[in-house]
């Protein structure tokens, strides 16, 4: 299946149905801002929907009103990032996507996506509805962002969390609130007020504006920087997660919005 294209004036975004639903570029001012697919991982490229769950999901496991439920655990030793990173996804509308989670969810139901992109901004929208039964659920956004642009210019991030979650030695939140340490992150912080930014000095920047107060900021590798939001923690399945009762939909968006710098050069 070829490649979505939805474009606004001079910017252009791609989606990928097949590999993940993803949006799988973005190119700004000439510049693509996304990390690229290198080889078979699923995990760190593009901008990808995170559901039913989203990050580490520990062990694979978690027990839902007295049963057991496992998962495939896809990042040893925990499974991560939900179910439609590494799914095709049904194309039903000019940027609308829609993924059927019977047969790979145990407690079936629907996920969807929407792009819509402007000038300035993309909006990426997401959802889950529950099937006959209710079902905990969670959701995010990954972007996997450029840390250099073509041009050279390395990302600059700005962040000012309240606090940030402690991990235990598994790399699970253990709900405990921390000060924010320093970087690198693969962390979870909360009481996040002010939109997360990301800045290309001469090039461009990025606003990741987005209703959600729980973000997990990744920034440990040399090419990529993920500001994710979600709507809850990592691993919320063991400890207090968000229930949907039949036919009930839970939401997020993620609005990706950019300013060029006025000397540019394009």
């Known amino acids: ?68 439920h496992a998962v495939e655990v896809d990042h040893p030793p925990h499974a991560i990032h939900g179910l439609g990173h590494r799914a095709e996804w049904e194309v039903f509308r000019d940027g609308q996507l829609g993924l059927d989670l019977d047969g790979r969810w145990a407690f079936g139901g629907r996920a969807e996506q929407r ?33 250099r642009l073509d041009q050279g210019t390395s990302a600059v991030v700005s962040f000012t969390p309240a606090w940030m979650l402690a991990l235990d030695g598994e790399g699970i939140p253990t709900g405990e609130r921390v000060a924010p340490g320093p970087g690198p992150w693969d962390d979870c ?6 939109a997360p930014a990301l800045r290309w ?25 993920c500001i994710e939001p979600q709507t809850d923690a990592p691993d919320a399945f063991n400890a207090s997660p968000r229930i949907l009762d039949p036919g009930e939909t839970l939401s997020l968006r993620l609005t990706i919005r950019w300013n060029i710098d006025p ?4």
């Open 189 to 194: 912080f909360e009481g996040v007020t002010e």
């Open 115 to 147: 792009f819509t992109l402007r000038a300035d901004a993309i909006d990426l929208d997401l959802s889950v509805t529950a099937g006959k039964e209710p079902m905990p659920a969670v959701l995010g956004w990954h972007p996997c962002l450029r840390r």
């Open 1 to 68: 299946m070829a490649l979505m294209e939805l474009t606004a004036g001079t910017v252009v975004a791609r989606i990928d149905p097949v590999r993940g639903g993803r949006l799988a570029s973005l190119v700004v001012a000439g510049e693509e801002l996304l990390a690229p697919r290198l080889g078979s991982d699923d995990l760190s490229w593009g901008c990808y929907a995170m559901a039913p769950w989203a990050g580490r999901l520990r062990h694979g496991e978690f027990v839902f009103r007295g049963v057991h």
């Open 201 to 225: 000095p001469g090039a461009l920047s990025l606003r990741l504006e987005s209703s959600s107060s729980t973000w997990v900021v990744f920034d440990r590798r040399d090419d990529m920087v």
């Open 263 to 266: 000397v540019h050069p394009s």
